[in-house]
């Protein structure tokens, strides 16, 4: 009979400890923003149908 491995708890998030797990996507939005409106603006340009 084998015997259960047993694991300590999994520590909950605390937000004075941990800080807020979304602060990368906060801090990186404005430049990920600018590269995806600089790329649909080349593509654009780039594939204008001209009437």
Do not use: C, Y
Not at 19 to 46: E, L
Request: aromatic share 4%.
């Amino acid at each position: 009979m084998s015997t259960l491995l047993r694991l300590p708890p999994v520590p909950r998030h605390d937000p004075q400890r941990d800080g807020n797990p979304f602060a990368w996507i906060i801090a990186t939005a404005p430049r990920v923003r600018a590269q995806q409106a600089a790329q649909v603006h080349q593509h654009r340009q780039a594939n204008k149908q001209e009437l």
